[in-house]
């Protein structure tokens, strides 16, 4: 009867370990931040109960096979979990623009292999936002979002460009297979993010082997390190001036809509469009605050 009870808690601790790992994607995969709360306590409870049931297998008169094999599942996975939740640091404090530079003139490559020039969006609103590639599931989720922004953003003047080192083919996949209305732009050498002081060195990406869907997510099956943009958004007005900056220590928490929105309504008032008149004489000379490091 022990050896009963001791697999039932040995059960009981998987599931809510799994539980846990479940939640947690599946809120992601909906496009919710998430803290590592969820997976934490699910992670704690299977290690109990994994101890219960050992334990309780021992006292009844040995240790059972079955129970232990069983019991054993979250200290197995434990580890993987760690390690992962320590990957999630962001280095910040390298950005070489503050709120008030002229963004920095840059050249990028568009999906189709044609070229992107700043200077073309002189007398326009837009956001920036630099994320780490479309294999990091954090990443699709936010530019969804951002996404469904649409009729917010279009009621500001306010257009987006996302950047990241993902080569064209890979980022016309990923507008394809996300559905993505808004404008991606490839840095594969990363020169872009360099000079904007934006390199996450050694990060670890997990784009490498067969690709799983997961919740509606699309990642690798083998994590390697590599370098690539710490997740960061500008917003950038119709003078070229950078009015907000919005960075993560933590690569899992990302801009929320009503943040970003409640960002752009500080910066330009509700629901106002740039002036026609005013950005038809926006010149595309002015001299810029930007160094070059």
Request: proline fraction near 6%; charge should be positive.
């Amino acid at each position: 009867m022990d050896v009963h009870r001791s697999l039932v808690l040995a059960i009981l601790s998987v599931t809510a370990t799994f539980a846990g790992m479940i939640v947690y994607a599946a809120r992601v995969g909906r496009g919710a931040n998430q803290s590592a709360t969820v997976v934490g306590g699910g992670l704690l409870g299977g290690l109990g109960l994994s101890s219960a049931a050992t334990a309780w297998s021992i006292l009844g008169g040995g240790p059972h096979v079955a129970v232990l094999v069983v019991a054993s599942v979250p200290w197995l996975i434990a580890p993987a979990l760690l390690f992962l939740h320590a990957q999630r640091k962001v280095p910040l404090g390298g950005i070489t623009v503050r709120v008030g530079d002229r963004l920095p003139k840059f050249e990028a490559l568009r999906p189709d292999m044609t070229s992107f020039d700043s200077t073309s969006l002189s007398g326009k609103r837009w956001l920036l936002k630099f994320f780490r590639g479309e294999w990091c599931p954090f990443c699709q989720a936010e530019l969804e979002r951002f996404d469904a922004m649409g009729t917010e953003l279009q009621r500001h003047g306010v257009s987006v460009f996302a950047l990241s080192k993902d080569s064209p083919e890979a980022a016309a996949r990923h507008r394809e297979r996300d559905g993505l209305r808004l404008q991606l732009l490839c840095d594969p050498d990363l020169a872009v993010i360099r000079r904007f002081g934006l390199e996450h060195k050694k990060a670890m990406e997990i784009s490498d082997g067969p690709r799983i869907r997961l919740f509606g997510r699309f990642v690798g099956t083998r994590p390697v390190y590599r370098h690539m943009a710490a997740p960061t958004t500008l917003l950038v007005d119709e003078q070229g001036v950078i009015r907000w900056i919005d960075q993560t220590g933590d690569y899992k928490v990302r801009s929320e809509p009503e943040r970003v929105l409640g960002a752009i309504e500080e910066a330009f008032g509700p629901g106002r469009r740039p002036p026609q008149a005013f950005a038809s004489r926006v010149s595309t000379s002015s001299p810029s605050h930007f160094q070059a490091t």
